[in-house]
């Protein structure tokens, strides 16, 4: 199956600028979509397709993609997007239709 | 209100067998593709299982053979069949309702949108 990487962590000082990466061959077929995680709870859908933000979520959050990667860009981070943050696609690996996510970056903000 | 709630998750012998179910409300489980995504303890997500609406099912490798992914429409719940459990099975299972959308001819992109809180499976001795 497909491999989505991304970086284990990173920090942003509040209300500065943080972009998470997401690296895969699957991505140069496939839009990425990204999920937002707390502790102890469930993922979050946060942006979607070439860059859609599901109802609710801030407009601070935007999505990109070039070639093998994809980009999560937080623009002006809060204390609440404190999190972890997962890329996924399509698995474009043979015939197998189903998924595969990234490694996840932990986003600390400062 | 879209929701989605687990159930089913516990404590299993290695090599024993879990069924676990995800009940929704507002919207049809039927006529939406479902997934399947799990998480190891200090793990990232892990995809498990599809069920598309006109009942196509696939899996993981690291599940295939073992689990069975089904649905019951008029109880609108989504199910997985656990089998032969493994200890690396050992995680929280989410449901979740998994979309597609196009912009183009062929240009598609897919998504998760609404989540369960999730249900765990733990499996030991």
């Known amino acids: 199956s497909s491999e989505l990487t991304q970086d284990p962590a990173v920090s942003v000082a509040l209300g500065q600028t943080v972009r998470i990466t997401c690296q895969g061959d699957?991505?140069?077929?496939?839009?990425a979509s990204w999920y937002q995680q707390k502790p102890g709870q469930a993922p979050v859908l946060v942006i979607y397709?070439?860059?859609n933000r599901p109802s609710g979520i801030p407009d601070r959050f935007s999505g990109s993609s070039s070639g093998n990667t994809a980009s999560l860009t937080i623009t002006g981070a809060q204390a609440e997007d404190e999190a972890d943050y997962y890329c996924?696609?399509?698995?474009?690996?043979?015939?197998?239709?189903?998924?595969?996510f990234g490694t996840g970056t932990k986003v600390t903000v400062l | 209100e879209v929701q989605l709630v687990e159930s089913g998750g516990g404590l299993v012998q290695p090599g024993g067998s879990l069924r676990l179910s995800c009940a929704a409300s507002g919207f049809t489980v039927s006529s939406n593709y479902m997934s399947w995504v799990r998480q190891a303890p200090g793990k990232g997500l892990e995809w498990v299982s599809v069920i598309y609406s006109g009942g196509s099912t696939y899996y993981a490798d690291s599940v295939k053979g073992r689990f069975t992914i089904s649905r019951h429409n008029s109880k609108n719940t989504l199910y997985l069949q656990m089998n032969s459990l493994r200890a690396e099975d050992t995680a929280v299972y989410y449901c979740?309702?998994?979309?597609?959308?196009?912009?183009?001819?062929?240009?598609?992109?897919?998504?998760?949108?609404?989540w369960g809180k999730g249900t765990t499976v733990t499996v030991s001795s």
């Open positions: 397709g070439k860059n």
């Open positions: 996924n696609s399509r698995d474009s690996s043979g015939n197998h239709p189903g998924y595969v």
């Open positions: 699957s991505l140069r077929s496939y839009y």
């Open positions: 979740a309702r998994d979309r597609r959308g196009f912009y183009g001819d062929y240009d598609y992109y897919y998504y998760m949108d609404v």
